[in-house]
């Protein structure tokens, strides 16, 4: 999945012949993931018909400060717009724009959600060779820059004039991969191992029946996903769940049994610098797993279960700088129980959540925690989606880390 997958994306098309690859651009960011909206400059639309942007885009194109079929009417509010983008990029940006944007000139409905931004704003200018190395563009250039704005330059080859050289807007997919590469260097958890468990283990009585619990795994899919986007490259080892992962950041190992978890979670810690264990891991285990079918011939059935290997407490004997985190699931003395297993299993961080919450356990798509840290320090969390959740637990180990 892409970085640019739920993104809202803002496209300013400017007035230069390569607003015709603006349709490209779409295009690309749409099949990406992404929520595509676009503002044109009012000479680009003798380039580009609006219509083509907003069939592509799904969505209105903007060119003016007010819905053009009634002047009366509502305006097209630029604040609204730039606070909706999560980024902004101009392609093509011709000089004249590129001027306007360095002096704060603001006569018309981009320029005016350009300076309301407050995300990042790429640029990719396209114009003659001899307009792209003028003195006055080379001005402006170190100006955007020095605003923050990310410049994609032109590429070398033929223009729109016949003559060969620098000024021909960047390929549309050279873009997209650019802008790609630019946020995943941005993202805290960017080159960070991150190993997870989730869900329920299933222990087996004999060859159709088992030992299992209530958990759906949401919780560790959630945190697997929120890490991915921001930047790690997560193993997810995860017990029995109806749930799918689709995300080349995240490698999914499917195990059943809390031995099969112990046994893979162990592999993957070693090339791990953080560990998050969600799962709901059985404690005990059938001590003898029958061949066949067991028949109900007597009244009563015994089955002697054997405690399972605790997979936290074990990576909590072994981790030396790995950040290790697990879960505690409570229904009394809740505070009191998850400081002694954050203690006693040698964890950074505890995840407490408590049954007698409203909108907190298994099955559920929202979850209340407490996160209780190595110092002792306390941080409450109100009712959340899981995803929040997830959001909440790794911003914490962000901080922590100071990565
Ligand atoms: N855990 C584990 N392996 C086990 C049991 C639990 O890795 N065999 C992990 C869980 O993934 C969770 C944490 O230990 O991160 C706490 O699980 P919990 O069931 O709340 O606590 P237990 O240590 O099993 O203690 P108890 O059931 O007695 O409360």
Known sequence: MSVLSGKN?????????????????VRLFVKKGANVKVVMTPSSKEFVTPLTL??????????SFTKEDNENAQ???????????????????TANTLSKMANGTCDNLLLAVYLSAKCPVYYAPAMDLDMYKHPSTLIYFEKLNEFGNIQIPADFG??????????????????????????????????????????????AIDPVRFIGNHSSGKTGYAIA???????????????????????????????????EMFKATHHYFKNCEIAILSAAVADFAPSKVALHKI??????????????????????????????V??????????????????????????????????????????????????????????????????????????????
């Not at 028949?295 to 290790?324: F, R």
């Open 158 to 203: 033929e223009l729109a004039s016949g003559l060969e050289g620098q000024g021909r807007m960047a390929a549309p997919e050279k873009i997209i991969s650019l802008v790609e590469n630019n946020i995943l260097d941005g993202l805290p958890l960017k080159n960070k191992n991150i190993l997870i468990t989730a869900g329920p283990t299933h222990e």
């Open 9 to 25: 994306i803002l496209l300013g098309v400017t007035a230069g012949i390569a607003a015709y690859k603006s349709a490209f651009l």
């Open 326 to 403: 697990g879960f505690a699931l409570e229904t009394q003395n809740e505070l009191e129980n998850a400081k002694t297993k954050l203690n006693k299993k040698n964890l950074d961080l505890i995840v407490l959540n408590s049954l007698n919450d409203k909108g907190a356990g298994f099955k559920l798509d929202t979850n209340k925690i407490t996160l209780i840290s190595k110092d002792n320090k306390i941080a409450t969390f109100k009712v959340k989606t899981k995803k929040e959740v997830a959001n909440d637990i790794l911003q914490h180990i962000i901080k922590e880390l100071h990565v």
């Open 225 to 259: 996903e929120v890490a991915a986007n921001l930047g790690a490259q997560v193993t997810l080892i995860s017990g029995p769940v109806s749930l799918k992962i689709n995300n080349d950041a995240i490698n999914l190992i499917s195990v059943t049994s809390a031995n």
């Open 75 to 93: 305006w097209n509010n630029h604040v609204e717009l730039a606070l909706w983008a999560d980024l902004i990029l101009i392609a093509p940006a």
């Open 295 to 324: 028949k109900k011939k007597e009244e009563t059935l015994t089955i002697q279960l054997n405690k399972t290997k605790d997979i936290l407490a074990s990576l909590g004997e072994i981790k030396s700088n790995k950040y290790l």
């Open 54 to 63: 907003s069939t592509l885009s799904k969505n209105e194109v903007y060119s």
